[in-house]
Nanobody, 114 residues
Framework: QVQLVESGGGLVQPGGSLRLSCAVSGTSFRVRSMAWYRQAPGKQRERVAFVTTGGSTSHADSVKGRFTISRDNAKDTVYLQMNSLKPEDTAVYYC????????WGQGTQVTVSS
């Protein structure tokens, strides 16, 4: 069974930075395209960015130029570097496959507030 463990969230002021990590187990990580998603209170979960098995990336327009997704196949880990954070980035962040697995991790809370 796939296990996804997100970490790195926290409270940060507008303009600050955070780096999220997601450790993946129970699947062949290197053959999976991976993604970060987020869900703000009262809103649907949305995809923020994805990285393919070959390392190509795509980011949502709302985060383009501020967030960067990456992966380390040696560590079965996917990262999300978040810079220039805005209050509207406040959400619970999750990682999952680009084609999502049935199970989700617990997510990591990111709160951007002064």
């Amino acid at each position: 069974q796939v296990q996804l463990v997100e970490s790195g969230g926290g409270l940060v002021q507008p303009g600050g930075s955070l780096r999220l990590s997601c450790a993946v187990s129970g699947t062949s990580f290197r053959v999976r395209s991976m993604a970060w998603y987020r869900q703000a209170p009262g809103k649907q979960r949305e995809r923020v960015a994805f990285v393919t098995t070959g390392g190509s990336t795509s980011h949502a327009d709302s985060v383009k130029g501020r967030f960067t997704i990456s992966r380390d196949n040696a560590k079965d880990t996917v990262y999300l570097q978040m810079n220039s954070l805005k209050p509207e980035d406040t959400a619970v962040y999750y990682c999952n496959g680009l084609q999502t697995f049935a199970s989700w991790g617990q997510g990591t809370q990111v709160t951007v507030s002064s």
